[in-house]
């Protein structure tokens, strides 16, 4: 079914109004996706703080030209098929401070489930208003979470101080005992 004229004004500027609020945004393919599967995503997503919005190419490209933002002519070449925009974190005002967020959630989420199901494809994205192509979202899909990093970071801080306490107190005890 068609859309009305209104209908596109307003699909254009949601998109215009999520886009432009992004700290990270995923372009995928999802061209033969179950939608039970696709609901599955959005339910994903949700619970990490993050979204999807499947929107016509036409409106995409719209809503990018609207925003000032010229990544559409690098992405053009790269949808073949249906579009859907992973939204990561929303850095509008509102959004700040609510709870700590995951900036690579959305490339690490899509990849997951494109692993799953094989029509699923990632074609680029935009990550600090920068583009970054396929290679560079799985590279950043890589990328364990933020949690899991602070993790990492204070265990090795701890065990740099725990060997060095440990290397005085073998002093201590040498210095004692002589």
Not at 37 to 63: P, Q, S, Y
Request: hydrophobic share 40%.
């Amino acid at each position: 079914m068609a859309l009305t004229k209104e209908q596109k004004q307003k699909q254009v500027k949601d998109i215009k109004d999520k886009i432009s609020n992004q700290k990270s945004l995923i372009f995928v393919d999802f061209n033969n996706v179950p939608s039970k599967d696709m609901f599955a995503l959005r339910k994903t997503l949700k619970e990490e703080g993050c979204g999807l919005k499947i929107a016509k190419k036409t409106l995409v490209r719209v809503a990018f030209g609207q925003s000032n933002m010229s990544f559409w002519k690098k992405m053009k070449e790269n949808i073949p098929g249906q579009l859907a925009l992973v939204l990561g974190i929303d850095s509008s005002p509102l959004a700040k401070g609510e709870r700590v967020e995951d900036e690579v959630a959305p490339a690490r989420i899509a990849n997951k489930f494109s692993k799953d199901h094989e029509t699923f494809k990632i074609l680029g994205g935009i990550f600090e208003n920068k583009f970054i192509d396929t290679e560079r979202v799985l590279a950043l899909a890589s990328i364990p979470p933020r949690n899991e990093l602070l993790g990492r970071l204070a265990g090795s801080l701890s065990s740099s101080i725990t060997g060095f306490v440990r290397v005085l107190d073998k002093i201590s005890k040498l210095e004692s005992g002589i």
